[in-house]
């Protein structure tokens, strides 16, 4: 019996987690170039269950086994990982010149525009909803820099700029730079650090995705498929919770009624 409200246990704390996954996804659906997560979650080993004790068998010939086995027990759950959904989301036009989206990329690579963050490290990330800050260079919603061939992209003094699917940078009919935009393999390791940006360890490469200007990605997730997922998460955490109550009620038995026999 204890053994099972451990069993319990760690599937309520599993469907915590899956909440607390599904619940961020919902909380993104309207970030640009979002990334839903996954939660993957992983069986503890199970165990064989035999029923000793029987009888010996009648006669001989029979093939009777001493301990007859009768199937598995499961142990528990616990989460795995948390797996990145890089499904591609809709593309959304909004003719802002500094609105930048990535299309058409090679199949099994995940491509991402390149930042630079104030203290200088590297990061990417797939929202493409740009400004221009006070020094004139082009930079995202936090205050990173987007990175160019030459470094940090500076379009300070333009007047009409153009990005074409290249992602070469005209200003006022003359290049100024190209973006970088760099593809990774699928089996890299990505890691969100919050900002909608990404810290990927894998060997980066060259993207040949194209650029549309004007367009940004919308988030991945699908609102009414995390409430239905959200939903199953509650009821699975219920029927934990009433399990642990089951075998609370069968303890409290026999500790008040058989210890007296």
């Known amino acids: 019996m204890i053994r099972g409200l451990y069993t319990c246990a760690s599937g309520m ?39 000793f004790d029987d009888p010996g068998p009648a006669g001989t010939g029979f093939g009777r086994a001493a301990v007859p086995f009768i199937g598995v027990l499961g142990t528990g759950a616990s989460v795995d990982q948390i ?5 591609r989301g809709e593309l959304q036009t909004t003719s802002n010149p500094l609105d930048l989206a990535i299309k058409d990329e090679v199949p099994g690579e995940r491509s991402f525009f390149q930042v630079q963050s104030p203290n200088g490290e590297i990061f990417y990330t797939r929202d493409g909803s740009f400004t221009i800050n006070e020094e004139g260079f082009l930079v995202t919603k936090e205050g990173h820099y987007v990175m160019g061939e030459g470094g940090p992209i500076n379009l300070g003094g333009g007047t009409k700029i153009v990005v074409n699917t290249e992602g070469e940078i005209y200003m006022d009919g003359r290049i100024t730079d190209r973006l970088r935009v760099i593809a990774f393999a699928q089996n890299a390791l990505f890691q969100k650090i919050g900002d909608n940006l990404f810290r990927v360890q894998g060997q980066p490469s060259e993207s040949n995705a194209q650029i549309i200007q004007g367009a940004l990605e919308r988030s991945n997730v699908n609102a009414v498929s995390e409430m239905i997922n959200l939903i199953s998460a509650f009821r699975s955490y219920e029927a934990n919770q009433r399990m642990i109550m089951a075998h609370d009620e069968t303890l409290a038995k026999a500790v008040s009624e058989i210890a007296r026999i």
């Open 83 to 87: 797996y990145v959904d890089f499904t």
């Open 13 to 51: 704390l599993s469907e915590m987690a899956r909440t607390d996954v599904i619940s961020n996804n919902l909380a993104n659906v309207g970030t640009f170039g979002f990334k839903k997560d996954r939660a993957v979650f992983r069986a503890f080993p199970e165990i064989n269950i035999h029923r």
